[in-house]
């Protein structure tokens, strides 16, 4: 499930970005989470969206529909399974110069204990 929250977030980071634009996908360990932050320099999501984005059916372009991007879904898909990994996402976006958005993913490490026969 954690794939399908990441390729969602790169497919949104590339609908939004024009040809040209750049996306950004990193990790790092922080004490005991995992961060993953998906950035791109598109179009970002007008402050007033932002709350929302995460709601299902919400979508921040009324125009687009089914046929052209999605139920608006995803998000809050994504949402679900992050919290369900006992994680937290959060975002952050400007519209203005330099434009674009950034999802961040914290994600709880959990240490395994392996045996000799593993």
């Keep these: ?40 320099n598109g179009t970002g999501i007008p402050s007033e969206h932002l709350a929302h984005i995460f709601e299902r059916f ?26 369900a990994h006992g994680g937290k996402i959060t975002v952050e976006s400007h519209t203005t110069t330099p434009s674009g958005t950034r999802f961040t993913i914290a994600l709880p490490l959990v240490e395994t204990k392996r045996t000799v026969d593993e």
Excluded at 62 to 76: F, I, K, N, P, V
């Design 58 to 83: 919400y979508r921040v372009e009324s125009a687009r529909d089914r046929m052209s991007g999605g139920a608006g879904l995803g998000l809050a898909i994504g949402k679900s399974i992050i919290e």
């Design 1 to 40: 499930r954690l794939r399908q929250v990441l390729q969602n977030m790169l497919v949104n980071a590339f609908r939004h970005s024009s040809g040209g634009g750049l996306i950004t996908l990193s990790s790092e360990k922080k004490v005991n989470d995992l961060i993953i932050v998906i950035q791109d």
